[in-house]
């Protein structure tokens, strides 16, 4: 059964620095594009950032190019999201995503929230 399981996310202050990790299972990680999504309070869910099977190409929201890297290993089916300089707008539910990269089959984990707080 696949599973994506997120970690990482809590309360952390303003221009500080925050990795989120997703633990992939019961799927083959590498024929997946990998995503990071957000649910910001009172907002839709909006793409973060994603990365492709090999980590070749990446893809950053506008809003948090410059401040985030994601990255992916293959070997131990995770992918991770390095926030720099987070503000309290980065306050949201991040969700994991796996998208396959021929067939319409998508996977969703169940969320980190990250609260931006002074």
């Known amino acids: 059964q696949a599973q994506l399981v997120e970690s990482g996310g809590g309360l952390v202050q303003p221009g500080e620095s925050l990795r989120l990790s997703c633990a992939a299972s019961?799927?083959?990680?590498?024929?997946?594009?990998m995503s990071w999504y957000r649910q910001r309070p009172g907002k839709e869910r909006e793409l973060v950032a994603s990365?492709?099977?090999?980590?070749?190409?990446?893809n950053y929201a506008d809003s948090v190019k410059g401040r985030v890297t994601i990255s992916r290993d293959n070997a131990k089916n995770t992918v991770t999201l390095q926030m720099n300089s987070v503000q309290p707008d980065d306050t949201a539910v991040y969700y994991c995503?796996?998208?396959?990269?021929?067939?319409?089959?998508?996977?969703w984990g169940k969320g980190t929230s990250v609260t931006v707080s002074s």
């Open positions: 995503n796996a998208q396959h990269v021929y067939y319409a089959v998508a996977y």
């Open positions: 019961g799927f083959t990680f590498s024929s997946y594009v």
């Open positions: 990365i492709t099977r090999v980590g070749g190409n990446t």
